[in-house]
């Protein structure tokens, strides 16, 4: 046998092999959590340019009070949702001060976009940070359903209070589709409850905690528009702008109700009268919210920038 075809058996140790001081080489691998929120951001600013109107924006901002305590109000009732969410994943993942403001945008793209979008831009920033959480998707998605919980919670506690007088205020409240509308949210609610441990990620505390700061944000925020509304049509009693923010907010929930803008409108003539003053008061609040949405998407960078430092 020839000596080149002679074969040791012995493995090279890593100093005897004549390969050194080679590193393994890692296919491309794209980033998807940078791409899919640069895309939200894209699609968030694109979606701003599509629905602004100038001339719509500037008559809303012209009927907007002189008081002061108009524009506090109304910050207050705009980060009072961010502010209750960074509340919660403050507790559960001690999330930074800086976080504040990708729960701002995500408020923002759940309100431009689709509904819920919001959750999948904050998903993939919380994706990115191994030091929250290595199952981002487990409390986001908790902190969602016990949201939409909390909502039915409210709705159906409202519904209850004011069955005996709701027939007069809309006859479709008492029809068919508000009858099955009222089965769906409890149906659902109870089989939340019940395959409870199906269902939720966190331990008990806290989902209660997670529904607590929910129902204290559904109510400070539905106090926070009825004086927002007063503050507007000081003439009409605080208690009527609350009991029509609360009418706001059930019928909302309403899903196999016909026509809900019209039913708005019904409930909203029969509470506090003047429906073209109505149709003012609403255009302004959403022009001004609309306005804010753009303040928003200028400024969170260099603000989220600011509180990275500090954090």
């Not at 390969?19 to 794209?30: G, H, L, S, T």
């Not at 951001?41 to 694109?46: D, I, S, T």
């Not at 990115?128 to 039915?152: C, G, H, M, Y």
């Not at 806290?206 to 929910?214: A, G, N, P, Q, S």
């Amino acid at each position: 046998m020839p000596e080149y075809a002679k074969v040791d058996d012995k493995a090279l140790t890593a100093e005897e092999s004549p390969i050194k001081d080679v590193e393994a080489v890692e296919p491309n691998r794209f980033d998807w959590p940078k791409i899919v929120s640069m895309f939200f951001m894209v699609a968030m600013v694109v979606a701003i340019a599509l629905e602004l109107n100038v001339e719509g924006l500037q008559k809303a901002v012209e009927i907007v009070p002189s008081n002061p305590v108009f524009w506090l109000v109304f910050l207050a009732y705009y980060f009072i949702l961010p502010v209750c969410d960074w509340t919660i994943f403050r507790r559960i993942w001690n999330i930074p001060y800086s976080g504040i403001s990708i729960l701002i945008r995500k408020r923002v793209v759940n309100e431009v976009l689709l509904n819920y979008s919001g959750e999948l831009y904050f998903y993939m920033w919380a994706k990115e940070r191994v030091q929250l959480t290595s199952a981002p998707f487990a409390v986001i998605k908790d902190v969602a359903i016990t949201s939409a919980l909390s909502n039915n919670f409210i709705t159906m506690a409202m519904l209850i209070a004011v069955w005996p007088y709701i027939g007069a205020i809309d006859p479709a409240f008492q029809s068919t589709p508000a009858f099955i509308s009222a089965g769906v949210i409890v149906a659902i609610s109870t089989a939340i409850i019940f395959f409870r441990g199906m269902i939720f990620s966190q331990g008990r505390a806290d989902l209660i905690f997670m529904v607590i700061v929910h129902i204290i944000r559904i109510i400070i925020s539905t106090f926070l528009l009825a004086w927002l509304w007063s503050l507007v049509l000081p003439d009409i009693p605080l208690l009527w702008w609350f009991a029509l923010a609360a009418a706001k907010l059930l019928i909302s929930r309403l899903p196999f109700v016909p026509n809900v803008e019209l039913m708005f409108v019904t409930v909203s003539v029969f509470l506090v009268g003047g429906d073209a003053e109505l149709g003012a008061l609403m255009a302004m609040i959403a022009g001004l919210t609309f306005i804010t949405h753009i303040c928003v998407v200028a400024i969170l960078p260099i603000l989220q920038f600011i509180l990275t430092r500090k954090a």
